[in-house]
């Protein structure tokens, strides 16, 4: 990692007040529970994303929200690394995840996109799978309810509730990856996958 450059985190999620709530921007709501942890605004509009500058602990950040829907999100995501001259490992994805448990966290330095249509446009566009990601878990839709469907509901009254906590504990993660790197922050936040609910995990 270079000391140099800032880390680019990004949240991913549906741009407008239609999809604020959705299960499908998770990501979206983890970045704003950051930028409000410390003390940045994300209010300005760059390179097809908000964006917000500033300081964690004594580290550069930028935090992004890309505003292109979430099947374009390559394209925000992979201007601004150019444009601030920011390392792939340094790049920290925060999505929704269906295969993951409500309120599961899972970081990992690479992988695949898990069917994920965010993923797969910043991968497309950034030319690698090699950087790091954290996935917030969102669960699995009832019966038979269409996955794509599901992510464009509200979560429900009793997960809202337990949202902040979810959050709160997201912003950890997020803080450690920052300052000690994702190692550290796999150990902390990753919780033991069962092998038999959750087999090749990250894969295409």
Same mark, same amino acid.
């Given at each position: /990692?270079?000391?140099?450059?800032p880390?680019l985190?990004?949240?991913?999620? #549906? $741009?407008? $007040?239609?999809?604020?709530? #959705?299960?499908h921007n998770v990501g979206? /709501?983890?970045?704003?529970a950051?930028?409000?942890?410390i003390d940045?605004?994300i209010?300005?509009v760059e390179r097809?994303?908000l964006?917000g500058k500033?300081?964690l602990?004594d580290?550069?950040?930028?935090?992004?929200?890309p505003?292109?829907?979430m #099947?374009?999100?390559g394209?925000a995501?992979a201007s601004?690394a150019?444009?601030?001259?920011?390392? %792939?490992?340094?790049?920290l %994805?925060v999505?929704?995840?269906? &295969?993951l448990p409500?309120g599961?966290?899972r970081?990992?330095? *690479?992988?695949?996109?898990? *069917?994920?249509? *965010?993923?797969?446009s910043?991968m497309n566009?950034?030319?690698?799978?090699e950087f790091?990601?954290?996935r917030?878990g969102?669960g699995?839709p $009832?019966?038979?309810m269409? +996955?794509a &469907?599901?992510?464009?509901?509200?979560? &429900?009254?009793?997960?809202?509730?337990l949202l $902040?906590?979810?959050?709160?504990r997201a %912003?950890?993660a997020?803080?450690?990856f920052?300052?000690?790197?994702?190692e550290p922050? /796999?150990t /902390?936040? #990753?919780?033991?996958?069962n092998?038999d609910?959750? +087999?090749g995990e990250?894969?295409?």
């Amino acid at each position: /990692m270079s000391e140099n450059n800032p880390f680019l985190i990004v949240g991913l999620g #549906n $741009p407008g $007040p239609d999809y604020h709530h #959705n299960r499908h921007n998770v990501g979206f /709501m983890a970045i704003d529970a950051l930028a409000c942890a410390i003390d940045i605004s994300i209010a300005r509009v760059e390179r097809n994303a908000l964006v917000g500058k500033g300081l964690l602990d004594d580290q550069r950040v930028i935090l992004a929200k890309p505003q292109t829907f979430m #099947n374009k999100s390559g394209q925000a995501v992979a201007s601004l690394a150019r444009f601030y001259k920011i390392p %792939v490992d340094q790049i920290l %994805v925060v999505y929704d995840d269906l &295969d993951l448990p409500f309120g599961s966290l899972r970081l990992r330095p *690479g992988g695949g996109t898990g *069917g994920h249509k *965010g993923m797969d446009s910043i991968m497309n566009r950034l030319g690698t799978r090699e950087f790091p990601r954290l996935r917030v878990g969102i669960g699995r839709p $009832p019966g038979r309810m269409d +996955p794509a &469907d599901f992510v464009l509901h509200d979560f &429900d009254p009793p997960q809202q509730e337990l949202l $902040p906590q979810v959050l709160d504990r997201a %912003v950890q993660a997020m803080r450690t990856f920052v300052l000690e790197g994702i190692e550290p922050a /796999m150990t /902390m936040f #990753n919780e033991r996958p069962n092998k038999d609910a959750d +087999p090749g995990e990250d894969q295409d």
